[in-house]
């Protein structure tokens, strides 16, 4: 998936985050954001690659969004690759 794609697939997460009157308040209390950032960061790609991040730690919440916008279950995982700081670092 390109990044363009990728970010696509993000500001649909985002949106459908947004909505979420349940998993909206967890989002924005791990990550330190207020409701008002949501939107100013729409366009920020590092920013929505910690979307992606926080949907994925949920095989539930991943199946909610997928579900309900139409993507397959793999697509998140795809788009973050295709996102900033998906490169995995070797140390060895």
């Known amino acids: 998936m390109g990044p363009e794609e990728a970010e696509t ?5 985002l949106g459908w985050l947004a ?7 967890v989002f924005l209390g791990s990550t330190g954001a207020r ?3 949501l939107r100013a ?6 920013f929505l690659a910690s979307v992606l991040d926080f949907l994925m730690m949920d095989d539930a919440w ?3 969004f997928c579900d309900a ?8 995982m795809r788009a973050r ?12």
């Open 19 to 25: 909505a979420n009157e349940e998993l909206c308040p």
């Open 35 to 37: 409701l008002e950032d």
């Open 9 to 13: 697939l993000a500001i649909k997460a």
């Open 41 to 46: 960061s729409a366009g920020d790609p590092a």
């Open 81 to 92: 690759q295709g996102m900033p700081g998906a490169e995995q670092v070797h140390w060895t």
């Open 69 to 76: 916008t139409g993507h397959r279950y793999e697509d998140p």
């Open 62 to 64: 991943v199946i909610s």
